[in-house]
């Protein structure tokens, strides 16, 4: 992506566009700070969206007229963003630039295997067999007569965070969407899985099932039986509407608080079975080699993880003065119970304020007001979760763990504020 | 039949059991054990759903007590149904087709199929690395098959589901069994002139299968 008049911009230009934007004695959010040219990476894939001139008075003349699907407001933008253009890729959700905590389905972060299949609805089959009473295929028609249910959870792929997990590979120039952006969250519509292998008969002594997708990867992996009689679900709807192709139309696995991969995608076959099936992705792939000479397998469960996703970079603040700091927290365990933030690099903190609404297996967003007196500092966030978990710093995972896996690395974000104001990852400033 | 009025969940053996909601501190609720749950004489006291809707948690599962024993939506699954899609090999060895396939004819599917995305030794890429050479100082040295995998059942099932990745599923099961025994020679775990069917793929025994171990993270306090 070629240097835009942004990029080469000087921080003192941009202080200079900013000053009477942010008046002294307010309050100031994102809104009013300013934003430097994310560091390249996203091929464009797209162009960028048409944007109407306005209205030199609006109230002057007559708008647009109804429309059957909706747009978003010009200039309004957010992108994932998207590693490469290959059928194994991924793109991710831009989080610093988001409100509240549901994530727009289409922002919704991807990770595909062999690409996202086109399928039509009315032809997909569900097959559900192994050790069952009555091995079964339904058709979607069939999934969407179980009594339903919605459920507002998360979804997180296993390698969010791993953009900096080692001693070696410390960035700065890195945003929350880069770093934590395979992270999204969503009201899911389906029927509970429980009810379905209820009505195909278990058979005593299964244990695990195996989920299986309708891609060209046919991603494949091993659930214990204990989740899927729990909280998981056939999910066939995402925030209202049918749930996104890129999010497994017409039905995927929904497994709340667990790893994404496992939370199979374009579902066409469970198999009841006594053992896990030792697939590709749960063998190979999403297994943690740790520093004792093994590695840790099935480690489905997301730990309790916070990012600040204001001020983070690529923001600038323009000014010293009241800031309110923002961001999300999760876990995979329950609730948040409570989160802390520093803006002291971690030698003092404070408790952060848990935004309504508070639930289980989802995102929640926090908030901090920050008298920020213009000198350089690290800010952090750490979450607590409902078993008492407390998200670590990376000294305690790399004590517990060695830094062999860039799986599950939940370590305290952190991010340096310097005095003019530019936002860093701030992670190595605290090694 | 279960009684009607409260909500229940269903356990493993298709009965509908109470939910009973233990309130912890004011927030979630705990699912008593299924055990507990059909020793009791009669079903715990149940709290309104809505209640439970505010906590939280279980509600997702429950169903009201007059739900049917069974709804039977769907079609029954025919064998040949099943026998076509149920096409996953397990890690001893169940699934695996009839057939078989040499290292030398393993190189020849290799080289036709795989190596522009493998490489010519398996260690070129651009895409994984399938082979390292041993020993390692450091484990694991990439997550190649011979440095790595637990078993070398799993490489039959997703080369044969997802290889080659542009043209997934037209290699026959004897290609397969052919270039699974190619890259397990690569790796140094099958010699020259071996074969592979799904006694002899079963029986391979990959080096760091004991590596692997259950997770052992349980929440709480503790670090893993």
């Not at chain 1, 374009?266 to 590709?280: G, H, Q, S």
């Not at chain 2, 049917?68 to 096409?87: Q, S």
Request: proline share 9%; charged share 20%.
């Amino acid at each position: 992506m070629p240097d835009t008049e942004q990029t080469r911009l000087s921080r003192r230009a941009w202080l200079a566009a900013a000053s009477g934007t942010a008046a002294s004695g307010f309050v100031m959010t994102r809104w009013d700070a300013l934003k430097a040219e994310p560091s390249p990476g996203p091929m464009p894939v797209r162009p960028p969206q048409q944007v109407a001139p306005a209205a030199a008075d609006p109230t002057k003349v007559p708008g647009r007229f109804v429309s059957e699907v909706g747009t978003r407001a010009p200039g309004v933008q957010p992108r994932r963003l998207v590693r490469t253009l290959a059928l194994s890729s991924s793109s991710r959700t831009p989080l610093q630039d988001l409100q509240g905590t549901i994530t727009p389905s289409d922002l919704h972060f991807e990770r595909h295997h062999a690409g996202v299949p086109d399928i039509v609805a009315g032809d997909h089959e569900l097959l559900v067999h192994g050790m069952v009473e009555r091995p079964m295929v339904f058709r979607m028609a069939d999934l969407r007569r179980y009594p339903q249910t919605s459920r507002i959870c998360f979804v997180e792929c296993s390698g969010n965070g791993g953009g900096a997990y080692s001693r070696s590979r410390m960035p700065t120039a890195i945003s929350p969407q880069q770093l934590d952006g395979l992270l999204s969250t969503s009201e899911w519509t389906g029927a509970m899985l429980s009810t379905i292998l209820r009505d195909v008969g278990v058979r005593p002594g299964a244990s695990w099932i195996l989920a299986e997708g309708a891609d060209a990867a046919v991603m494949s992996r091993s659930v214990p039986l204990d989740k899927a009689m729990d909280d998981a679900m056939l999910a066939y709807g995402q925030n209202g509407e049918a749930i996104r192709p890129e999010q497994g139309y017409p039905v995927r696995l929904l497994l709340p608080g667990w790893e994404g991969n496992a939370q199979v995608k374009w579902l066409r076959r469970i198999e009841v079975t006594d053992r896990p099936t030792m697939t590709r992705d749960e063998t190979s792939r999403y297994t943690d080699p740790l520093k004792d000479g093994t590695a840790r397998q099935f480690s489905f469960v997301m730990d309790a993880k916070s990012i600040i996703t204001f001020p983070s970079y690529p923001y600038v603040l323009p000014e010293s003065g009241w800031w309110e700091i923002e961001g999300l927290a999760w876990t995979g365990r329950g609730r948040i119970t409570r989160v802390e933030v520093s803006t002291d690099g971690g030698r003092s903190w404070s408790d952060a304020v848990l935004q309504p609404p508070v639930l289980s297996k989802s995102t929640v967003r926090f908030r901090h007001l920050w008298d920020w007196d213009g000198r350089e500092t690290v800010i952090l966030s750490r979450a607590t979760d409902e078993t008492g978990y407390v998200q670590p710093t990376i000294r305690q995972l790399w004590d517990a763990r060695g830094e062999g896996t860039a799986y599950h690395q939940n370590h305290q974000r952190a991010w340096k504020v310097a005095a003019d104001g530019v936002v860093t990852f701030g992670l190595g400033d605290l090694l | 039949m279960t009684p009607g009025g409260g909500i229940f969940r269903p356990a493993r053996d298709g009965a509908l059991v109470p939910v009973a909601a233990v309130r912890n501190a004011g927030r979630g609720l705990a699912l008593a054990g299924a055990a507990v749950l059909l020793l009791a004489a009669c079903a715990p006291e149940q709290p309104p759903p809505q209640a439970m809707a505010e906590d939280g948690g279980d509600w997702h599962a429950a169903l009201p007590g007059h739900a049917p024993g069974r709804f039977g939506f769907g079609t029954p699954a025919t064998e040949d149904r099943v026998a076509l899609w149920d096409i996953d090999i397990k890690p001893d060895g169940e699934g695996l087709p009839p057939g078989s396939g040499t290292v030398a004819e393993g190189r020849v599917v290799y080289e036709a199929q795989c190596l522009q995305c493998h490489g010519p030794t398996g260690t070129e890429g651009p895409n994984d690395r399938l082979v390292s050479s041993g020993p390692w100082e450091q484990w694991p040295a990439g997550r190649t098959v011979g440095g790595y995998w637990p078993y070398a059942t799993t490489l039959y099932d997703y080369t044969r589901k997802a290889m080659p990745q542009t043209t997934p599923g037209i290699l026959s099961d004897d290609d397969v069994y052919a270039v699974v025994a190619y890259v397990l020679h690569l790796s140094g775990l099958v010699p020259a002139d071996g074969v592979m069917d799904a006694a002899s793929l079963a029986a391979v025994e990959m080096p760091y299968r004991d590596r692997f171990v259950p997770d052992d993270r349980t929440g709480g306090p503790e670090i893993r």
